[in-house]
C-alpha cells in the first residue's frame, strides 16, 4: 500500500459567528492543547454534518469521536461538554438544527476506533491482548486493548507522524535548492516521490526513506517501554501515516497488521461508526426483549 497525503478540500459554512473556508491546517491545530475548543474545531463538526446531510437535518443525532490517549482522561468531560448542546447552523443555505445529548453521544480514546475497525473483521482478537498504534499528522498514539477494555498503563503518545516526513523533506529542499514549497506543494511532491524545481525532476525517495526511518526509531523507542512483551500481543498498526511508516515497522513487529484502506485516515472514523452501529443494534435488541 503507496503512502498517500489526503488532497485539501474546503467547505464554507454559515454558523453564528462567521462564515469560514475549513481547512484544518488553519483553523485545527492540533499541537495546541485547547485544540478541540476553537472555533474552528465546531466549525468541522459542523462541515462533517453537512456533508453527511446534505438535504438539512433538524433533529436529536448520535455521535461518537475521539481525543487522543494523553488528552482524554484530562479533556474527555470539556469535550463532551462543548458538544452535548443544541447546534444551530446554515451550511450551503440549508438550516440545521442539531441535539447532542450525552446519551447519544461516545468520546473514546482515538485508538480505540482503530482497535474496533480491526476487531470487526477479527471477532477472535475480541479476548486477546491487542496493541493499537494509530500514527497520525503530527502525533502518534498507542494503547493495549484487553477484552474490549484499554489498559491505561499502556497508553502512550510522541511527536511522530506524516509531517516527520514532510519537515525532513522541507529541510532537504531549502539546503540543496533554496527552496521553499509551501505545504500543499509539499504533500503532492512527497505523494509523487519527487519534486519538480524550474525544468526537472529532484528524486525524493532518498530523503522520504532518511524521515521515515528517523520517525520510526522513535516510535519503537518509545513502544518498548510501553509494550516491554510485544511478542504476545497482536499489533494493528493504522491512521493516516501507517503507510508510510509500516513498512519500517515491520522489522521490529513483523507480526504486526496494518489496516488495508484506500484512505488510511479514515481508519479511525470506520470504527467510530462501527461502534455506533453495533451500539444501535444492541440497544433495539434490548428493546425489543
Given at each position: 500500500?503507496d503512502?498517500?497525503?489526503?488532497t485539501?478540500?474546503?467547505?464554507s459554512?454559515?454558523?453564528?459567528k462567521a462564515v469560514?473556508?475549513?481547512k ?7 499541537q495546541?492543547?485547547?485544540?478541540f ?6 466549525m ?7 456533508a453527511?446531510?446534505?438535504?438539512g437535518y ?7 469521536t475521539?481525543?487522543?490517549?494523553n ?5 474527555r468531560?470539556?469535550l463532551?461538554?462543548i ?10 443555505g440549508i ?7 450525552q ?6 480514546p482515538?485508538p480505540?476506533?482503530l482497535y ?9 482478537w ?7 498504534l494509530d500514527?497520525g499528522s503530527?502525533t502518534?498514539d498507542?494503547t493495549?486493548v484487553?477484552?474490549?477494555k484499554?489498559r491505561?498503563?499502556a497508553?502512550?503518545g510522541?511527536?511522530?507522524?506524516v509531517w516527520?516526513?514532510?519537515n525532513?523533506?522541507?529541510?532537504f529542499?531549502?539546503?540543496q535548492?533554496?527552496a521553499t514549497?509551501?505545504t ?5 511532491s512527497?505523494?509523487?516521490g519527487?519534486y519538480?524545481?524550474f525544468d526537472?525532476d529532484i528524486?525524493l525517495s532518498?530523503v522520504i526513506?532518511?524521515?521515515t526511518m528517523?520517525?520510526?526509531e522513535?516510535l519503537?523507542?518509545?513502544l518498548s ?11 494493528v498498526?493504522g491512521?493516516?501515516g501507517s503507510?508510510?511508516?509500516a513498512?519500517?515497522l515491520?522489522i521490529?513487529?513483523?507480526h504486526a497488521?496494518?489496516?488495508d484502506?484506500c484512505?488510511?485516515?479514515?481508519n479511525i472514523v470506520e470504527g467510530y461508526?462501527?461502534?455506533?452501529a453495533?451500539s ?6 434490548a428493546?425489543s426483549a
Amino acid at each position: 500500500m503507496d503512502g498517500r497525503f489526503p488532497t485539501e478540500k474546503e467547505c464554507s459554512l454559515q454558523s453564528e459567528k462567521a462564515v469560514m473556508s475549513v481547512k484544518p491546517e488553519n483553523h485545527v491545530d492540533t499541537q495546541k492543547m485547547t485544540w478541540f475548543s476553537e472555533e474552528g474545531y465546531r466549525m468541522l463538526l459542523y462541515s462533517a454534518i453537512a456533508a453527511a446531510f446534505p438535504d438539512g437535518y433538524c433533529k436529536p443525532l448520535r455521535l461518537c469521536t475521539g481525543l487522543p490517549v494523553n488528552d482524554f482522561k484530562k479533556h474527555r468531560t470539556k469535550l463532551e461538554k462543548i458538544l452535548n448542546r443544541k447546534h444551530h447552523f446554515v451550511a450551503n443555505g440549508i438550516e440545521y438544527d442539531i441535539l447532542l445529548r450525552q446519551r447519544s453521544t461516545v468520546v473514546m480514546p482515538q485508538p480505540y476506533g482503530l482497535y474496533v475497525s480491526a476487531v470487526i473483521e477479527r471477532s477472535e482478537w475480541s479476548d486477546q491482548l491487542v496493541g493499537v498504534l494509530d500514527i497520525g499528522s503530527y502525533t502518534s498514539d498507542w494503547t493495549i486493548v484487553e477484552n474490549l477494555k484499554v489498559r491505561e498503563f499502556a497508553n502512550g503518545g510522541a511527536a511522530v507522524g506524516v509531517w516527520t516526513i514532510v519537515n525532513e523533506v522541507k529541510a532537504f529542499l531549502h539546503e540543496q535548492l533554496g527552496a521553499t514549497p509551501g505545504t500543499q506543494d509539499l504533500l503532492n511532491s512527497i505523494n509523487a516521490g519527487k519534486y519538480r524545481h524550474f525544468d526537472h525532476d529532484i528524486d525524493l525517495s532518498g530523503v522520504i526513506r532518511i524521515g521515515t526511518m528517523k520517525g520510526t526509531e522513535r516510535l519503537v523507542e518509545h513502544l518498548s517501554d510501553s509494550w516491554r512483551d510485544s511478542g504476545n500481543l497482536r499489533i494493528v498498526v493504522g491512521g493516516g501515516g501507517s503507510s508510510f511508516f509500516a513498512k519500517s515497522l515491520s522489522i521490529t513487529y513483523p507480526h504486526a497488521v496494518v489496516l488495508d484502506s484506500c484512505e488510511p485516515f479514515m481508519n479511525i472514523v470506520e470504527g467510530y461508526y462501527t461502534y455506533l452501529a453495533r451500539s444501535n443494534e444492541t440497544e433495539k435488541v434490548a428493546s425489543s426483549a
